[in-house]
């Protein structure tokens, strides 16, 4: 079935070049003039696979100005440059604004078949309609391509046919075929060598997949990088668990320690308790002390008072005895007596007057030393107490010093964990990524070899072919200078074969 396409933008009369119609199962011909069109109409009414289209071919697809010339067919979308020097006489009569169509959009609209071929046969905008398919994707699905163009810059902003050629060469579309009827403004054919567009895509494709390959490395390192920084953080993470365990267990220590210290503290605080009982005890004692003290200070200041009395009594006895001496001689043994029994008294008065001065100060002695042992206690409290403030805000200190590092541990333990995870999954990704553009790349490596087993195969063919020419335009001369020598040695042998 023929599934080939010809569409002709700025077709004319259709007849330079030639094209056999028939060859095509669509043929669209376009034309910017309305009388050449109704030309081509009519000329063309009987066959069903020729369409004629009117309208004006630009690159935006906005109205455009449009140059009339006194020679119709030189009139375009581009004023005259170089063509005024080939034709003398050309000059531009009028200018007007005209509606366009985007080339682009007319191709897509007007395409039938898979086998486009393509004419643009319009010199003045030939350069600028073939960049314009050039970033439209249109050329990649074009089989054959015509182009008229100058040699110069036939008209201002032009391309010529070189720069034509050189933006083609990226789409395998190689001049096959010149026609230089118009040696100034020549048609050139450019065909698609499938060879080189298929070895061209698969280059494209080979770079594409080293770049692919290149990238899943890249990726794949990363995955390293990402595995090596998880293991790092692990090993962190690890480091941050036993500090955290040490942390707890010195904590643990810390308050085992202030234990001991309040167990000490209760404990030195019931001596200080068992002091203050002695202390009470002492003063009740020291009390009782005094209290015996003064019965014994007021025994003995009876007892001076009896001793006073005795001795005013004895006084008064000398008196009366030194009185009645004479007549009393037999009271002096009385007199001895109470004399020897107011010495004693005296005596026992002072004994127990300096047992009591010697108790009392055993008593303040004591006292004294209770009081220091209570003060020494006393400090001795306060210093513990200090102590155990001093401990009870340090270990809050350290308390909350080794919460606040429990918490970042276990926020950085979360993150860690969560990076881990999300580390995991593109390793995950990537490691399918990784098979899949393997997969792809072994594929593309087979079919690429077979493409080059194939291509080496035809390489070989044609070195045949051109080998078997050789060899037959080698006969071919030889059997042309036989005949040749025969004509001229045996022309009646040429004569008679003749007849």
Not at 20 to 49: G, K, P
Not at 237 to 243: A, D, H, S, V
Request: proline share 2%; net charge negative.
């Amino acid at each position: 079935m023929n599934s080939k396409q010809l569409i002709w933008i700025g077709a004319g009369t259709a007849t330079a070049p030639e094209f056999n119609f028939d060859n095509y199962a669509s043929v669209t011909l376009i034309e910017a003039r309305e009388a050449a069109c109704r030309e081509l109409s009519a000329l063309f009414q009987h066959s069903e696979n020729v369409t004629v289209k009117h309208c004006c071919v630009s690159v935006t697809g906005k109205e455009s100005k449009f140059f009339t010339c006194n020679v119709e067919e030189f009139s375009a979308l581009a004023r005259p440059a170089e063509l005024k020097t080939l034709y003398p006489g050309l000059k531009v009569e009028d200018s007007s604004e005209l509606e366009t169509v985007p080339i682009d959009e007319l191709i897509e609209q007007e395409t039938k078949y898979a086998d486009l071929e393509l004419f643009i046969d319009i010199p003045a905008t030939a350069g600028e309609l073939v960049r314009k398919l050039d970033g439209s994707g249109v050329l990649e699905r074009v089989t054959k391509l015509h182009v008229t163009a100058g040699s110069d810059l036939l008209y201002e902003e032009s391309l010529s046919i070189t720069s034509i050629k050189e933006l083609l060469d990226g789409y395998f579309l190689t001049e096959t075929a010149r026609d230089e009827s118009d040696p100034d403004i020549p048609t050139v054919t450019f065909a698609l060598d499938k060879s080189a567009k298929a070895i061209g895509q698969l280059k494209a494709e080979n770079e594409k997949l080293k770049e692919q390959l290149q990238a899943a490395r890249q990726q794949e390192k990363m995955a390293a990088e990402l595995v090596e920084e998880r293991n790092i953080r692990e090993s962190l993470l690890k480091e941050k668990e036993q500090e955290l365990e040490a942390k707890t267990n010195e904590l643990k220590g810390l308050a085992e320690e202030l234990e001991s210290i309040k167990n000490d503290c209760n404990s030195k605080h019931s001596e200080f308790e068992s002091a203050l009982s002695k202390n009470a005890e002492l003063e009740e004692k020291l009390s009782m002390s005094e209290q015996a003290l003064d019965e014994a200070n007021q025994e003995l200041e009876e007892e001076s008072s009896k001793l006073t009395k005795a001795q005013e009594s004895l006084h008064s006895t000398q008196s009366e005895l030194e009185a009645a001496l004479n007549a009393k001689a037999g009271f002096e043994d009385e007199i001895k007596a109470l004399e020897q029994d107011a010495y004693e008294k005296e005596n026992e008065a002072s004994t127990k007057l300096k047992k009591v001065s010697e108790a009392l100060e055993e008593l303040k002695q004591s006292e004294e030393q209770k009081r220091n042992e209570l003060k020494a206690s006393q400090l001795k409290v306060e210093e513990l107490t200090n102590q155990v403030s001093k401990k009870e805000a340090e270990l809050e200190a350290a308390k909350a010093h080794n919460e606040s590092e429990i918490s970042k541990l276990k926020d950085e333990a979360t993150a860690l964990k969560k990076k881990i995870n999300e580390t995991d999954s593109v390793n995950v990704n990537l490691s399918k990524s990784l098979d899949i553009t393997t997969k792809q790349n072994l594929k593309l490596q087979v079919d690429l070899d077979d493409l080059r087993e194939r291509f080496a195969n035809s390489k070989e063919n044609e070195a045949r072919l051109k080998a078997l020419i050789s060899d037959l335009h080698e006969k071919l001369q030889k059997a042309a200078n036989f005949y040749h020598r025969l004509e001229k040695t045996n022309p009646e042998l040429l004569s008679q074969s003749d007849e």
